[in-house]
């Protein structure tokens, strides 16, 4: 079964747009907001859309696309400004895809660097020349972009009790966590103070934020451990502790024993 992309790109709008599937989609149509605001009537709902808003339209579906000027309270507008990655694709592996489960024609995710990097890779590959090795290439990352897009909206899904901005700064530590980085940026990234987003994410997943990339730290410290010859210090370096002395203390709180004597033990058992 193939996945075969037909066209992908980005588009920002800067002035007024409209765009008209009246008699019905005849392919496959992903969109995913990055910026700015736009309105959309897919099969007679009119839906207002976000950055972070994904849009999923199948075959047949009716769709309108309107980018236009956004009124404030005070009656003044807002100048145009609307920004998204899209694609349309088609194939017997889409099909099956979208037959896996109910699928929402708009629902919002969290956009985070990943997902982005490789819906840019697959219009990057688009771009090229036409042949054998990148039709390849892209009906596989088409299949991936869609597993992706899986993931994120089963995360984000209200069914989870867990508010969107929870979800978006579990999402921002799960990127950084590697990195040194301060609470400060992931209440930012769900526009929260500091205190609420706190409270928050405490009471949504029962930990610190702290705590959960410590969480994140330490596996990734494991399979380096495990899986490659880094050695403590650079492993250290790589996962976030800033230094060999911290990552020892913390390893051995969690574990009880020394890094060291950990990864022994792990090589005598592969």
């Given at each position: ?263 022994g033990l792990q090589k005598k058992?592969?």
């Amino acid at each position: 079964m193939s996945a075969t992309l037909l066209t992908c790109g980005y588009s920002f709008h800067s002035e007024r747009f409209t765009m008209h599937h009246k008699n019905g989609s005849p392919h496959y149509l992903f969109r995913l907001q990055t910026e700015g605001v736009c309105q959309v009537c897919i099969n007679g709902r009119w839906a207002h859309i976000e950055a972070g808003h994904l849009i999923l339209i199948k075959p047949g579906d009716t769709y309108t696309l309107l980018v236009e000027e956004q009124p404030l309270p005070d009656g003044q507008l807002v100048p145009v400004a609307s920004g998204d990655y899209y694609l349309y694709g088609e194939g017997e592996w889409l099909e099956s895809w979208w037959r896996r489960s109910e699928r929402a024609s708009v629902s919002r995710i969290v956009l985070d660097e990943k997902l982005v990097s490789l819906w840019q890779q697959l219009l990057l590959e688009n771009m090229r020349t036409a042949g054998g090795e990148t039709a390849e290439l892209t009906d596989y990352l088409l299949r991936a972009l869609c597993l992706y897009l899986d993931r994120a909206v089963t995360e984000t899904a209200p069914k989870q009790g867990k508010p969107f901005a929870a979800v978006r700064m579990k999402r921002f530590i799960e990127e950084h966590a590697t990195r040194s980085f301060k609470v400060e940026e992931a209440a930012e990234q769900a526009g929260l103070s500091v205190s609420r987003a706190v409270h928050l994410f405490k009471e949504c997943f029962g930990k610190t934020m702290m705590e959960y990339a410590l969480e994140l730290r330490l596996a990734a410290a494991v399979e380096r451990m495990t899986y490659t010859s880094m050695t403590l210090d650079q492993i250290a370096q790589t996962c976030g502790f800033g230094g060999y002395s911290y990552f020892h203390r913390v390893f051995r709180e969690t574990y009880g024993v020394a890094p060291g004597r950990y990864r022994g033990l792990q090589k005598k058992s592969l």
